[in-house]
């Protein structure tokens, strides 16, 4: 059943000016059913309109996990249910520790190898024997050391069983191949999700200075331009002190999509760390990446935000960028010292607004220090 969000948002929206609505969601006929019990169990314990709790308090309702039904029971028994218990509560049911969930799929492969190795030789011990058998048994009819009748009949017991070991060792093979392609996508999956940033799903730290290292390794080996900018969302500590972190939340998300517009298969958006991105430009140069950060950073800042939990104004959110362009003689460390320096002088400059790398930047900050 897929949630109408909008239609709940608003419904919560007008609840708090008064006015009695209901939220309803659709299915896939278009059939609404009523979602008031999530509006009241919102209301009742006094939790904030947003997508953690909307997700433990549909899954409480209407899902099947029992323990996150009965720790929640727990809670509400000790009057112990807000904002930061059900945040704990959705870091351990539904944010999947990765490297937990890695090394699971390669335990689970080796095991499934080591299983099918062991039929593998145990199926090549028993067609060895019954070669053997097979050879001594034509030893025996040249012999006549044995009716013909029986020696035939053995002889087709003992081909029978050597083709059933085979088909037997075939289907293992089979499945193991099976299990393993399932075990592929599997680690596919948590490989990608160890390289994603889970607020914003934009590629995180990790994944940036991988792609670093490769685009810079390409730069110097067919001479692409390449230009970095870092991104810094301006007064982001004021924003999570008036109105909370799930409102801060909300603002990193709306700002990694408006940058995500920027993305292509030559310029790569990722979230460096905390309110702060990183967007590196391949074959590109200085003007062309400042243009499209400016035209970023001028598109935001004609929105005029409300935080959906309080309904208060929060008003126009900017962000500062610095840029710089790769020269023959930068190494990663002084391209990433360049661009930082350049994001530090729009900063000092006031902030909502998009700088140049020059080189009289860093000779200034280290005079402000």
Not at 81 to 97: A, G, T, Y
Not at 205 to 231: C, G, S, T, Y
């Amino acid at each position: 059943m897929k949630i109408d969000i909008k239609n709940i948002l608003e419904s919560y929206l007008r609840e708090k000016r008064g006015e009695v609505a209901c939220p309803v969601c659709t299915d896939q006929e278009g059939e609404y059913s009523p979602l008031a019990e999530i509006r009241n169990f919102l209301a009742l314990h006094n939790l904030s309109l947003n997508a953690k709790n909307l997700e433990i308090t549909w899954e409480y309702l209407c899902g099947d996990n029992n323990e996150l039904k009965a720790e929640l029971d727990k809670a509400i028994s000790a009057s112990a249910i807000n904002n930061e218990s059900v945040i704990d509560l959705h870091e351990k049911h539904f944010n999947v520790d990765i490297g937990a969930q890695i090394e699971r799929i390669f335990l689970e492969a080796v095991e499934q190898i080591r299983n099918t190795t062991q039929l593998l030789s145990t199926g090549t011990k028993n067609a060895v024997r019954h070669e053997n058998q097979l050879i001594e048994q034509a030893k025996n009819i040249r012999g006549g050391k044995d009716s013909l009748e029986n020696a035939i009949q053995k002889m087709l017991n003992l081909s029978r069983l050597m083709v059933e070991s085979t088909r037997e060792n075939q289907i293992q093979i089979t499945h193991t191949n099976e299990k393993l392609a399932e075990l592929q996508k599997d680690l596919e999956v948590a490989r990608s999700e160890a390289d994603h940033d889970k607020l914003t799903r934009l590629p995180n730290r990790r994944k940036f200075d991988r792609d670093f290292d490769i685009v810079f390794q390409r730069m110097q080996d067919e001479q692409r331009p390449i230009v970095l900018a870092f991104v810094d969302v301006d007064h982001f500590k004021r924003i999570n002190d008036t109105f909370g972190h799930d409102c801060g939340d909300r603002v990193l998300r709306m700002i990694a999509d408006q940058l995500f517009l920027l993305s292509n298969n030559r310029c790569n958006i990722s979230r460096y760390g905390g309110e702060e991105f990183a967007v590196l430009f391949e074959d590109a140069e200085m003007d062309c990446a400042f243009e499209r950060i400016e035209a970023c950073r001028l598109e935001l800042s004609k929105k005029s935000l409300v935080d959906i939990g309080s309904g208060e104004p929060i008003g126009r959110v900017t962000f500062s960028a610095g840029i710089a362009q790769c020269l023959p003689s930068d190494t990663k460390q002084t391209l990433l010292r360049k661009a930082d320096g350049a994001l530090y002088n729009a900063k000092s400059e006031g902030r909502n607004m998009v700088s140049k790398y020059s080189n009289g930047f860093e000779n200034r900050r280290a005079s402000d220090r």
